[in-house]
C-alpha cells in the first residue's frame, strides 16, 4: 500500500468519524417559544395572575379546569398546603415526568396554577414555563402565605402588606446618598472655643517667730 492510499484510508476515517459525531449529538429537548420580554410584559400586565379571593372560590366550589402547582420543598408541602395541589418543587420542574405532566394539562386547557411561600417564588418557574410554550399557566398572587392567611383570619388581612405591590424592605438609593452625604459633607459647625484659665499664687502666709 502506497503512501496516498494510506492518506486516503486517514481522511476517509476522520470524515466518518465526524459524521458519526454530528449524529451522536444530543439536540436540545427544550426550546424558548417566548422572549424574556414577552414574558415580563406578561407578567406587568396581570394576565397570567390569579386573585386570593378568586381562588378562594375555585378552591371552594372545586371549579374544574384548575390545577394548583405547589413549587415549594416537600417539606414545606406537607406542613401545609392548599387543597387539591400536587408538588413539583422548582428544581425538579424540568424533569421529563413533570414537564409532560404538565404539557399534558396545557393541551387540555386547564389552568395552572403556581405557587411558592409567597408570589417570588413562583414567578421564575411561571416564566420559565411560558417561555418553553405553555399557555395556561398562572401565578397565585401572594402565594400560599398570603392565601392562607386571609382563609384563617379573613378580618386580619388588611394587616399583611398588599400582594399587588411588592416594596422592597429598604430603599438602598436613598440609604447610599445619606452615608455618601454623612461621610463627605465637611462639619460646618463652629468648633468650641476654649479659654485656658490662669492658675493664681496662693499668698504667703504671713508671720514666723
Known amino acids: 500500500m502506497d503512501g496516498k492510499n494510506k492518506l486516503l484510508i486517514v481522511v476517509i476515517a476522520f470524515v466518518l468519524l465526524i459524521i458519526l459525531g454530528i449524529i451522536s449529538v444530543k439536540k436540545p429537548g427544550l426550546y424558548y417559544e417566548m422572549t424574556t420580554e414577552q414574558a415580563l410584559e406578561n407578567a406587568l400586565s396581570y394576565m397570567d395572575e390569579v386573585f386570593p379571593e378568586d381562588l378562594v372560590y375555585i378552591v371552594e366550589n372545586s371549579t374544574p379546569g384548575y390545577q394548583l402547582v405547589d413549587v415549594r420543598t416537600p417539606y414545606d408541602f406537607l406542613k401545609g398546603h392548599i387543597a387539591t395541589a400536587v408538588n413539583i418543587p422548582s428544581n425538579i420542574l424540568l424533569e421529563e415526568d413533570n414537564l409532560d405532566f404538565l404539557r399534558g394539562l396545557d393541551k387540555d386547557s386547564v389552568i395552572i396554577v403556581l405557587y411558592g411561600n409567597n408570589q417570588s417564588q ?13 399557555e395556561n399557566v398562572k401565578v397565585l398572587l401572594g402565594g400560599y402565605d398570603y392565601f392562607h392567611a386571609s382563609i384563617t383570619d379573613p378580618y386580619g388581612i388588611e394587616d399583611l402588606p398588599s400582594y399587588l405591590v411588592e416594596d422592597a424592605k429598604y430603599d438602598f438609593n436613598e440609604l447610599i446618598q445619606s452615608n455618601v452625604a454623612s461621610e463627605f459633607s465637611p462639619d460646618v459647625s463652629a468648633p468650641e472655643v476654649v479659654i485656658p484659665k490662669r492658675k493664681t499664687k496662693k499668698a504667703a502666709v504671713e508671720g514666723g517667730c
Open 122 to 134: 413562583a414567578n421564575c418557574p411561571w416564566m420559565l414555563l411560558r417561555q418553553l410554550g405553555l
